[in-house]
């Protein structure tokens, strides 16, 4: 059936450090993709899609590309700051528009 | 804008109960959908409603069943509730397009389950 799948966490960087979370995905055809942050005490906020191959996303210095030949879609980030210290889910919307998450990675930034 | 609303915010109840929980979708939204997300792990998709009637269902036993009230809002009910049901149950509304309505997913904070 259709996943995702992405890097386990938790993840501990500095503050202004390049931040990479690695997401791959298994579907029939051609999902949309997403990128959702949870943080404490709150429900999920997307915070960027991509909805066909070689698509970028980007919100909030995040980025994230749509590589169908590698069935990934890596989320970036230049410099971190102690405010994006949260759980991020990487997500698919498969063919019969369900939303299949990953686990998610909690990321922890140290000032 | 209030944006999605969930109540309560914390349950606790005994196992063989049976719970209710209340779901208001964000302003202009008529789809709302549900999601269990166990500790650790990410939301798991419980179903979802649209013009009062269930239109998408995930792998979630009949125990676990929902309506739509003509405002829109939403209830989910568990019964039998196991100890495996403890989680954060989420609400998330949608406006309905027809297809790819669910790209445009807005999350509730949620209820929190714990069932003793």
């Known amino acids: 059936g259709d996943s995702v799948t992405q890097m386990e966490g938790p993840v501990t960087l500095s503050e202004e450090a390049f931040l990479t979370i690695n997401c791959t995905y298994t579907a029939t055809g051609y999902p949309s993709l997403f990128w959702y942050v949870q943080y404490p005490g709150e429900g999920l906020q997307l915070l960027l899609k991509?909805?066909?191959?070689?698509d970028k996303g980007s919100n909030k210095g995040f980025e994230a590309t749509y590589r169908k030949e590698t069935t990934s879609f890596h989320l970036e980030k230049g410099s971190v700051q102690v405010s994006d210290s949260a759980v991020y889910f990487c997500?698919?919307?498969?063919?019969?528009?369900?939303?299949?998450f990953g686990k998610g990675t909690r990321l922890h930034i140290l000032p | 804008d209030a944006g999605v609303t969930q109540s309560p915010t914390h349950l606790i109840k005994t196992r063989g109960q049976q719970v209710t929980l209340r779901c208001s979708p964000k302003?202009?939204?008529?789809?709302v959908s549900w999601y269990q997300q166990a500790l650790g792990q990410g939301p798991q998709f419980i179903f979802q409603?649209?013009?009062?009637?269930?239109?998408q269902r995930g792998n979630f036993p009949d125990r676990f069943s929902g309506h739509q009230f003509p405002n829109y809002s939403s209830e989910l009910n568990v019964n039998a509730l196991l100890l495996g049901d403890s989680a954060l149950y989420l609400c998330?509304?949608?406006?309905?397009?027809?297809?790819?309505?669910?790209?445009?997913?807005?999350f509730g904070s949620g209820t929190q389950l714990s069932v003793l």
């Open positions: 302003s202009g939204h008529d789809t």
């Open positions: 991509a909805t066909k191959a070689d």
């Open positions: 998330a509304s949608s406006p309905y397009t027809g297809v790819r309505g669910n790209e445009k997913l807005f």
């Open positions: 409603y649209y013009e009062e009637e269930e239109r």
């Open positions: 997500a698919l919307m498969n063919r019969d528009d369900k939303i299949i």
